[in-house]
């Protein structure tokens, strides 16, 4: 047991963590395409929903 927790020590400090600019920049990145995909959505639930009443 105590070899897995130090394999996974060992794995860790071999990871390539990014620097804080890049954390940000992929963050907004995927915080503005979520925003982007619930308008998306949004508009489309709400245009599907009036064609419904019309038919309805």
Do not use: C, H, Y
Not at 20 to 26: A, H, P, T
Request: charged share 20%.
């Amino acid at each position: 047991m105590f070899r897995f927790f130090k394999s996974i020590g060992q794995e860790m400090k071999e990871v390539d963590w990014p620097n804080f600019k890049q954390l940000r920049k992929d963050s907004t990145t995927v915080i503005s395409t979520s925003v982007f995909f619930i308008a998306f959505l949004a508009l489309a639930d709400w245009i599907i929903q009036m064609f419904l009443k019309l038919f309805v």
